[in-house]
């Protein structure tokens, strides 16, 4: 299945660790929360939280395996390659579920086990 061009574009805003270029997919209101993380509302707030993740990785590669769409809710389901600050790489499985509202993203949840990119890695 061929994924929508501006999943395509969100990844790659991801990607290339451009808060603000992924902060224009969002809503104003959006709710955003990562992995087993607190829950966080606004785009300032959600810039915040996005901004000190890519503060403790050196980057990040996207590769998407599958893209659904079922009313008004988008399932993304991939693989991240995280590479830490000291230049090793770690792969992750993840799901993405997107509330939409409209053509913004209104809730955002990302499901990922976090911790091995972290593991001996303090």
């Known amino acids: 299945m061929q994924q929508p061009d501006w999943v395509t ?4 805003s991801i ?8 902060l224009n997919f969002l809503a104003p209101t959006a709710r955003f929360r990562f992995a087993n993380g607190p829950a966080v509302a606004g785009q300032d707030a959600i810039g ?3 901004d000190g993740f890519f ?3 050196g980057a990040c590669q996207h590769k998407l395996l599958d893209v659904w769409s079922t009313g008004t ?8 390659t ?5 230049d090793s790489r770690i792969k992750l ?3 993405n579920v997107l509330g939409m509202n409209g053509e913004k993203i ?4 990302i499901y990922i086990d976090i911790s091995p990119l972290y593991a001996g890695h303090a």
Do not use: K, W
Request: glycine share 2%; net charge negative.
């Open 9 to 12: 574009e969100l990844f790659h």
């Open 55 to 57: 503060a403790t990785i």
């Open 15 to 22: 990607d290339n660790m451009d808060t603000r270029a992924f």
């Open 106 to 109: 209104q809730e955002y949840s």
């Open 73 to 80: 809710t988008v399932i993304c389901r991939g693989d991240v």
């Open 82 to 86: 995280y590479t830490r600050l000291d």
């Open 48 to 50: 915040d939280a996005v």
């Open 93 to 95: 499985p993840f799901v």
